[in-house]
């Protein structure tokens, strides 16, 4: 009450001057702000997988894959041993583990499946969802999208729900193989397990196998029918699905769309195209 006019326009001044200079100091986001590395393998036993990855490309194409992203700082991924098979996101930078990478490839099946999904199939799907679960914990963490409910599920939703944006051919091939992943996990129809293995932050393989065949068959019951015909959706949930669906797409469009480049993106699946069969033929040839 007691302050001089000049006193309180001097304060005035500096606040605004104060909040100006911060907000110029923000970064700008922007597209193109991935970054890679390779780091050289601890074990000598994952020397080929780094190899092959480096070889052909393998981050290379995920940058590429992932530069829609508009980021306010680089986001880098990478490939590390780490004594266990793991992936997480940490301060601006994803990194996934050899270990984790050679469990997806010992878990492959010895040939092609029924349905049309290929061995090389069972390796890129759960491989491209592994990083683009982890890219969902930088996303949410970078940009501070609010997420409810519990956040290992939401990365889960939005890996699946990017890979539907493959085209029909490619979302087919990565759903199923990344649902085979956890599909290869579950213990049988009839499962007995300790009430600690329910309280971790990850949902069971069973639920997340379902979860994944859920946001597929809701986003195309045609494309994804033989999932329900054969059993491998219960019928009970296939009916909730398209719902569970349109709630993803409508969280998807709302919070993070505004943060894409939509020029690029429209690249998106001539991106994958381009350099998935590659990939896969030399998958198809170990």
């Not at 700008?28 to 190899?51: G, M, R, T």
């Not at 219960?234 to 969280?251: G, H, Q, T």
Request: aromatic content about 6%; glycine content about 6%; overall charge neutral.
């Amino acid at each position: 009450m007691g302050h001089k006019p000049a006193a309180i326009a001097a304060a005035m001044a500096a606040a605004i001057l104060w909040t100006v200079g911060n907000a110029s100091a923000a970064p700008k986001s922007k597209p193109n702000q991935i970054k890679y590395e390779y780091v050289s393998p601890k074990d000598p036993a994952h020397q080929p997988i780094h190899d092959q990855m480096k070889q052909g490309r393998a981050l290379e194409h995920l940058q590429e894959l992932l530069s829609p992203l508009r980021l306010s700082y680089p986001l880098t991924l990478k490939v590390a041993g780490c004594g266990a098979a793991n992936a997480w996101y940490d301060d601006e930078v994803i990194t996934v583990c050899y270990e984790m990478l050679a469990d997806i490839l010992k878990s492959a099946p010895p040939q092609d499946l029924p349905g049309g999904l290929s061995r090389a199939d069972t390796v890129l799907g759960p491989i491209l969802a592994v990083f683009l679960h982890e890219t969902a914990h930088a996303v949410f963490n970078m940009l501070q999208i609010p997420v409810l409910g519990r956040e290992e599920d939401a990365a889960d939703q939005f890996a699946a729900y990017v890979m539907l944006r493959l085209g029909k051919d490619e979302a087919r091939r990565m759903i199923l193989g990344s649902a085979y992943h956890h599909a290869i996990q579950m213990p049988g129809t009839h499962v007995t397990v300790p009430i600690q293995s329910l309280s971790g932050e990850h949902s069971t393989p069973a639920q997340r196998t379902f979860n994944i065949l859920c946001v597929a068959y809701g986003a195309d019951k045609t494309l994804f029918a033989d999932v329900v015909e054969r059993g491998f959706l219960p019928k009970d949930r296939a009916e909730v699905c398209a719902r569970e669906y349109d709630d993803l797409n409508f969280a998807m469009t709302k919070l993070i769309k505004p943060h894409i480049d939509q020029r690029l993106a429209g690249k998106f699946h001539g991106t994958w195209a381009r350099t998935v069969n590659a990939r896969r033929a030399n998958l198809a040839r170990r």
